[in-house]
């Protein structure tokens, strides 16, 4: 049965079923093709962004404001009164009393959920510190849907910092529904938890791990780059040799299938060669637009403009 | 005088080998009786709690059993102790008697209780309650923290509120 969205938050992508999420990318591809400037006239989101960022707030803040409706809101928690000691139930029931919708990162793991019990209004999470980040996911997976033409059956490869990075771990968990082949490739340090790879186990899901970008490339419809940040490393000597391994440049892109798309949730720094940007393959700065989509999808759906 | 101290030799005796009011949990899986303790934080009571430690077992070869004298758990309680015991035994005695045996169900959440082992989750550090979801399968017991989403078997989790 369809969920209805209507004043439904978006906090973790283990809340959506299949169906909720191929509608939500059914109504983000409805948006992309025929914009709706006036969709939430009247309307108020508050951008509440206790931690810093950039894609993430500028993208929620442009959404709204390209379906028409209004946006207030801080972009640093050292402004608001949380550096006082205020509990984030606290503020966001206030800030649920002045806004329709809210959309907001916090630098603690839970925020979010702990949000959208203080208030009546929807809450969708932006990202609260390492655990979901659900409104990146469903922009993955559009912009897979978007690039491949379907989302089952997929061969596609999730290379870098698999352990920490929370974009990996909720779009691999996103891909049990699709049936999807999945190949792990990180630095032994830095590999896919036991906790995902339990879950896919248990849903049937078939993965292996690997330590090479070369042993998937040619293999993959989707090669899923993300950074390896040097401060997850105890020795800095670890990040030194493993820094240049997980580095795509364009010569490794002659013999991969013609389909296939390299994706990011960006920012970059070198571990996508910027030679390969001018490659069909390159797809990550469409996925980076289709944010937009996914957002404003997402803001109508939770202000129940769209069913 | 002789007879005297005979009787206070046999008290002792039955003090640590029955309890007159009160309650025993049985068959704890070998090692999860001071993480018992803590969880319904029985020292703080003022009851007379006897442990036993690795004690034989027909069934597991080694077990651990807590009795507390003059304290009935509650339904709760039992089914919060069925998280890190899953297979024991509840009994309340009355008079030296069983009057009543519960069965251990383990709860689909659990409130409060139990401390979220993460430090970055919101539950350590903003004042509220946690809460747990609890499943099940064939390695044991799995906790997922209702807010930060982490997961966790019944041994990662060291500490609760009392």
Same mark, same amino acid.
């Given at each position: 049965?369809?969920? *209805?969205?209507?004043?439904?938050?978006?906090?973790?992508?283990?809340?959506?079923?299949?169906?909720?999420?191929?509608? #939500?990318?059914?109504?983000?591809?409805? #948006? @992309?093709? @025929?914009?709706?400037? *006036? +969709?939430? !006239?009247? @309307?108020?989101?508050?951008?509440?962004?206790?931690?810093?960022?950039?894609? =993430?707030?500028?993208?929620?803040? =442009?959404?709204?404001?390209?379906?028409?409706?209004?946006? +207030?809101?801080?972009?640093?928690? !050292?402004?608001?009164?949380?550096?006082?000691?205020?509990?984030?139930?606290?503020?966001?029931? #206030?800030?649920?009393?002045?806004?329709?919708?809210?959309?907001?990162?916090?630098?603690?793991?839970?925020?979010?959920?702990?949000?959208?019990?203080? =208030?009546?209004?929807?809450?969708?999470?932006?990202?609260?510190?390492?655990?979901?980040?659900?409104?990146?996911?469903?922009?993955?997976? %559009?912009?897979?849907?978007?690039?491949?033409?379907?989302?089952?059956?997929?061969?596609?490869?999730?290379?870098?910092?698999?352990?920490?990075?929370?974009?990996?771990?909720?779009?691999?968990?996103?891909?049990?529904? %699709?049936?999807?082949?999945?190949? %792990?490739?990180?630095?032994?340090?830095?590999? +896919?938890?036991?906790?995902?790879?339990?879950?896919? !186990?248990?849903?049937? #899901?078939?993965?292996?791990?690997?330590?090479?970008?070369?042993?998937?490339? *040619?293999?993959?419809?989707?090669?899923?780059?993300?950074?390896?940040?040097?401060?997850?490393? =105890?020795?800095?000597?670890?990040?030194? @040799?493993?820094?240049?391994?997980?580095?795509?440049?364009?010569? +490794?892109?002659?013999?991969?299938?013609?389909?296939? !798309?390299?994706?990011?949730?960006?920012?970059?720094?070198?571990?996508?060669?910027?030679?390969?940007?001018?490659?069909?393959?390159?797809?990550? %700065?469409?996925?980076?637009? *289709?944010?937009?989509?996914?957002?404003?999808?997402?803001?109508?759906?939770?202000?129940?403009?769209?069913? | 005088?002789?007879?005297? $101290?005979?009787?206070?030799?046999?008290?002792?005796?039955?003090?640590? $080998?029955?309890?007159?009011?009160?309650?025993v949990i049985d068959h704890i899986e070998k090692g999860n009786a001071l993480q018992i303790i803590?969880?319904?934080?029985?020292?703080?009571?003022?009851? &007379?709690?006897t442990v036993g430690l690795n004690l034989p077992s027909?069934?597991t070869e080694y077990k651990d059993l807590i009795k507390?004298?003059?304290?009935?758990?509650?339904?709760?309680?039992?089914?919060?102790v069925?998280?890190l015991a899953?297979n024991a035994?509840?009994?309340?005695?009355?008079? /030296?008697?069983?009057?009543?045996?519960?069965?251990?169900?383990?709860?689909?959440?659990?409130?409060?209780? &139990?401390?979220?082992?993460?430090?970055?989750?919101?539950?350590?550090?903003?004042?509220?309650?946690?809460?747990?979801?609890?499943?099940?399968?064939?390695?044991?017991?799995?906790?997922?923290?209702? /807010?930060?989403?982490?997961?966790?078997?019944?041994?990662?989790?060291? $500490?609760?509120?009392?």
């Open positions: 049965m369809q969920t *209805n969205f209507k004043g439904k938050s978006i906090i973790s992508i283990s809340d959506l079923s299949k169906s909720d999420i191929l509608h #939500i990318i059914k109504q983000a591809e409805e #948006i @992309k093709k @025929k914009p709706q400037p *006036n +969709m939430l !006239k009247n @309307k108020v989101m508050a951008s509440c962004f206790f931690e810093p960022s950039t894609r =993430t707030r500028l993208s929620f803040e =442009t959404a709204m404001e390209r379906l028409g409706g209004q946006v +207030m809101g801080f972009a640093d928690g !050292k402004v608001t009164s949380a550096k006082k000691g205020e509990t984030t139930w606290d503020a966001m029931k #206030i800030i649920g009393q002045y806004a329709d919708v809210i959309a907001m990162r916090h630098p603690l793991e839970g925020a979010a959920r702990r949000a959208s019990e203080a =208030t009546n209004k929807p809450i969708l999470n932006g990202g609260d510190g390492a655990n979901q980040h659900p409104t990146q996911t469903l922009l993955d997976l %559009f912009s897979i849907k978007e690039s491949q033409k379907k989302l089952s059956n997929l061969n596609i490869a999730l290379i870098g910092d698999l352990k920490y990075g929370r974009t990996t771990h909720s779009l691999a968990q996103a891909l049990t529904h %699709f049936n999807a082949r999945l190949y %792990f490739v990180a630095p032994d340090s830095l590999q +896919m938890p036991n906790y995902i790879c339990e879950e896919l !186990k248990e849903k049937g #899901i078939k993965f292996s791990l690997h330590e090479k970008i070369e042993d998937v490339v *040619n293999k993959v419809d989707i090669l899923y780059m993300t950074r390896i940040q040097a401060e997850r490393f =105890t020795d800095p000597t670890d990040y030194e @040799k493993v820094k240049n391994v997980f580095v795509l440049t364009k010569d +490794m892109l002659a013999k991969v299938k013609p389909n296939m !798309k390299v994706m990011h949730p960006l920012p970059r720094v070198n571990e996508i060669d910027t030679a390969v940007d001018e490659t069909k393959h390159a797809y990550y %700065f469409e996925q980076a637009e *289709n944010g937009l989509y996914t957002r404003q999808a997402l803001l109508a759906l939770a202000l129940g403009k769209i069913k | 005088m002789i007879q005297n $101290s005979n009787r206070v030799i046999k008290d002792k005796k039955l003090l640590v $080998s029955a309890i007159k009011n009160g309650t803590t969880l319904l934080n029985l020292p703080s009571e003022k009851k &007379v709690v027909k069934a507390v004298e003059g304290r009935e758990l509650t339904q709760e309680e039992v089914n919060e069925a998280i899953p035994s509840i009994n309340i005695i009355n008079n /030296y008697e069983v009057s009543k045996k519960f069965n251990v169900e383990i709860p689909k959440t659990i409130d409060y209780v &139990v401390v979220c082992p993460n430090p970055k989750c919101i539950t350590n550090n903003e004042r509220m309650e946690t809460k747990f979801h609890i499943t099940q399968n064939d390695k044991g017991v799995n906790l997922k923290c209702h /807010y930060c989403e982490k997961k966790y078997n019944k041994n990662e989790i060291k $500490s609760y509120n009392s």
